[in-house]
């Protein structure tokens, strides 16, 4: 069983910057395709980004060139840096991890864009 707690969110303006962490315990950090999603209000939940187990990095169209997803396999741990902030990037944004044996998330963590 893997456990995921996210930290990081918060309000921020459009045009600033926030950095989302994930910590992960109870696992095999390093074989876990990581990854992190979001949920608007009224909304599905939708992929933002992941990293594969090789550091391979996928990105929504929406936030490319803009967010970053990193991984430290040493501290099982994933991070989302997000530049450039826009309204339409507020949700309730959950980590993930994902492996053949099992599909996990956090709890997720608010962020919040507005002037």
């Known amino acids: 069983q893997v456990q995921l707690v996210e930290s990081g969110g918060g309000l921020a303006q459009p045009g600033g910057s926030l950095r989302l962490s994930c910590a992960a315990s109870g696992g095999i950090f390093r074989l876990y395709v990581m990854g992190w999603y979001r949920q608007a209000p009224g909304k599905q939940r939708e992929l933002v980004a992941t990293?594969?187990?090789?550091?391979?990095?996928n990105y929504a169209s929406s936030v490319k060139g803009r967010f970053t997803i990193s991984r430290d396999n040493a501290k099982s741990a994933v991070y989302l840096q997000m530049n450039s902030l826009k309204p339409e990037d507020t949700a309730v944004y959950y980590c993930?991890?994902?492996?053949?044996?099992?599909?996990?998330w956090g709890q997720g963590t608010q962020v919040t864009v507005s002037s």
């Open positions: 990293i594969t187990t090789d550091g391979s990095t």
């Open positions: 993930n991890a994902k492996h053949s044996l099992g599909n996990y």
